[in-house]
């Protein structure tokens, strides 16, 4: 089955600072690639979503990068606030099964 | 607004016992999930549904039963709880048609096996 790899696992970085987070998968059938954000006690609120044709996209301080011949996901939060603290994770849907797989998530701290 | 709602939020269960976690959506929405999230570590999926009357396997489906009884209603089923089942549960939902494979969470049940 499908296998996500997220790194790192835990992030710290200052205020104004970049924020990169990547993951690799093993599918070729994946269809859709998105990052979520967990914050404390909560669930899971999507961030961005990318269809397998669409190799950049960027909304409000977030860059999606999508490497398709490497299997590569990459969040870059390019302007890091202490409101961003939380914990993030990539998910890749496969075509054929609909079925969503997790990374295990980036711990993401931003000091001010 | 996209919705699905958990019940119960938090259980606390004894070893042995029989749990159901309830999830409703109100989203129309074909593809119904059931995950685990253990403390510090990603969400795993425990089975799925695309339709009315029919359950899959997700990636760690042994020790748990799905059920979906209407489009609606998905539940998950520990018919013997065990310790290792303690854990936070979400339920997702997922149009068919989605352009965003994008997921609907609810908030999560919290539950304990002592």
């Known amino acids: 089955g499908e296998q996500v790899e997220q790194r790192p696992p835990h992030l710290s970085v200052r205020e104004g600072d970049s924020a990169i987070i990547i993951c690799t998968y093993t599918?070729?059938?994946?269809?859709?690639f998105s990052w979520y954000k967990q914050e404390a006690g909560a669930g899971l609120q999507l961030l961005m979503s990318v269809l397998s044709n669409v190799d950049r996209k960027e909304e409000q301080g977030l860059t999606v990068l999508l490497n398709k011949k490497d299997k590569r996901l990459s969040l870059n939060l390019t302007a890091a606030h202490p409101g961003d603290s939380a914990v993030y994770f990539c998910?890749?849907?496969?075509?054929?099964?609909?079925?969503?797989?997790f990374g295990d998530g980036t711990v993401l701290t931003v000091k001010p | 607004e996209a919705a699905v709602t958990q019940s119960p939020r938090s259980k606390v269960a004894v070893t042995g016992g029989k749990v159901t976690l309830s999830c409703h959506q109100t989203?129309?929405?074909?593809?119904m999930y059931w995950y685990r999230q253990d403390t510090g570590h990603g969400l795993r999926l425990i089975h799925y549904s695309y339709v009315a009357d029919s359950t899959e396997k997700g990636d760690i489906p042994d020790g748990y039963k799905a059920s979906r009884p209407s489009q609606e209603n998905f539940s998950l089923i520990l018919e013997l709880a065990s310790l290792s089942q303690t854990a936070v549960y979400f339920c997702?939902?997922?149009?068919?048609?989605?352009?965003?494979?994008?997921?609907?969470f609810g908030e999560g049940s919290k539950l304990t096996v002592l």
């Open positions: 599918d070729s059938a994946t269809a859709y």
């Open positions: 998910a890749v849907t496969n075509t054929n099964t609909g079925k969503l797989t």
């Open positions: 997702a939902s997922r149009g068919l048609g989605s352009n965003t494979g994008q997921l609907y």
């Open positions: 989203n129309n929405h074909d593809y």
